[in-house]
């Protein structure tokens, strides 16, 4: 993996990306990167195209992971399941909460809005790398100590998307 290259600083008054949702926000993205990454694969490798495509989503979604803890002044896992609205803004997600306290919190999106877009845009294919991909890494940034779970997603055609996040146990290796 290459190098990671810091964000640039946001130019934008605080939470003016998430006045539009990330849902938008990620359509967006998509009607940009989609046509680079098919406009790119035609002249190289699409897998090694889509490699560098998810490396690089990896680690702008691990920098915003730890920007949003620094922004909070918060990284327990708590603060994160708080900081989580902005993903089901304009009815993105629909989920089902089975636990949250200090040391876990578990649900499943019973209704994934952003499939169905990249569904919609004909990228089903670049979801799942646009979008799915940033969770782990998302989680990482904001506090390393927190694991996440996700054995399935409506993504790649499961009934539900299983989100399982947990503070890793203080005497657990990494």
């Known amino acids: 993996m290459s190098t990671t290259t810091p964000l640039p600083p946001d130019t934008l008054p605080p939470d003016t990306l998430n006045e539009i949702g990330v849902l938008k926000r990620r359509e967006i ?10 406009a790119l694969a035609k002249e190289f490798d699409r897998e090694r195209v889509l490699a560098i495509v998810r490396d690089t ?10 920007q949003r803890a620094a922004a909070q002044g918060d990284n327990s896992l708590r603060g994160f399941a708080d900081s989580t609205g902005d993903w089901r803004k ?11 306290n200090d040391e876990r919190y578990s649900f499943n ?3 994934c809005r952003y499939a169905e877009m990249y569904q919609a845009l004909g990228m089903a294919d670049l979801g799942a790398v646009l979008s799915c991909n940033r969770d782990y890494s998302l989680i990482e940034g904001f506090n390393p100590e927190i694991t996440l779970v996700r054995e ?18 203080a005497d657990a290796e990494v």
Not at 57 to 66: D, E, K, L, T, Y
Not at 152 to 169: D, E, L, N, S, V
């Open 29 to 38: 993205e998509a009607r940009i990167v989609g046509p680079l990454v098919e």
């Open 57 to 66: 989503v990896i680690q702008v979604a691990r920098q915003q992971g730890a």
């Open 90 to 100: 304009g009815n993105a997600l629909e989920i089902e909460l089975i636990e949250q």
């Open 109 to 111: 999106v019973t209704r």
């Open 152 to 169: 399935q997603t409506i993504m790649q055609g499961a009934p539900c998307c299983t989100f399982r996040y947990a503070t890793r146990p």
